[in-house]
């Protein structure tokens, strides 16, 4: 694996507060040809799509840490607030597209993956990046769970306010 990929795996690991789980390329097909990535819901896998990451090149660098932080996000949900995020029914991308992008679910981890590489990166995600019906809400939701966000990362990195 990258050495840059197996970093952000770890901040974002200590972000979340998440360890003992596994993140593998999927070489069974378990997901299907247009699903980029997804969290097995209570085996604490992310399957990865073996077309992004064969080869990991440019175009599908930034794209790749996206999916993987959006998918740890998604166990954290699971994890720490199942009845937030789950309680009632998933709506899959074959049952509606739109809705499936508009739920909760979804808009939290984009919303995280979006400021996971913002501050990893130092630059914003490309708007489109998620479709239009989604954006906004993404957006929004990215300013709501900021201040949670960068105090996480702020307890991982404290400053040093004696020295002048």
Known sequence: MDNKLQ???NLTEAILDIDDYEIRVDQ????????KAGYVFGTNTILINKTLTNPLTSDKY????????HEMRHMWQALYHFETYYADSYITENDNEAAYERQLSEVDANA???????????KHPAK???KIHSYDLIKERAFE????????????FPQ???KA
């Open 7 to 9: 970093e952000f795996i």
């Open 28 to 35: 069974e097909n378990q997901l299907d040809k247009t699903t």
């Open 62 to 69: 930034i794209e790749v840490f996206m999916i993987i932080a």
């Open 112 to 122: 995280f993956a979006w400021l996971m590489i913002e501050f990893y990166f130092g």
């Open 128 to 130: 489109g990046t998620w």
């Open 145 to 156: 769970i900021f201040d949670d966000f960068y105090s996480r990362i702020d307890s991982l």
């Open 160 to 162: 040093d306010t004696t």
